[in-house]
């Protein structure tokens, strides 16, 4: 279960105690801004993707969404989202629970630049 994973992760930094679990689904980036009482916009979203023959996660604010033109500039590469029954294998999460921590071996996180004005 992804929760597990995540709480291993973050035991080895000493910072398990931080997570937070809800009764409610926090899903999708509307579920958990209501049940942090909080804007979307400061919910990190994470989406995947495939590069070439590799996964990769992008983190990005709640309220932001995918530029393929950007994203192709950036990458080199056309955007090409990670079908919903590859997230769990490629990424180590399900659809629903992606987060950038306790991810599979080789599965490289990019933070969008829409996060800096959360500094």
Do not use: W
Not at 14 to 42: M, Q, W, Y
Not at 53 to 73: E, F, P, R, W
């Amino acid at each position: 279960m992804a929760i597990e994973k995540v709480r291993a992760y973050f035991e080895q930094f000493g910072i398990a105690d931080r997570i937070k679990e809800f009764h409610e689904s926090s899903a999708t980036v509307e579920l958990a801004a209501h049940a942090l009482n909080t804007e979307p916009c400061r919910i990190a979203k994470t989406l995947s993707f495939m590069l070439g023959d590799k996964a990769i996660l992008i983190v990005t604010a709640g309220d932001a969404k995918n530029d393929n033109h950007k994203y192709k500039s950036f990458f080199g590469a056309k955007a090409k989202m990670l079908k919903p029954e590859e997230v769990d294998d490629l990424i180590g999460h399900g659809i629903g629970g992606v987060c950038p921590f306790g991810i599979n071996d080789g599965v490289t996180v990019y933070l969008d630049e829409s996060l800096k004005r959360f500094k």
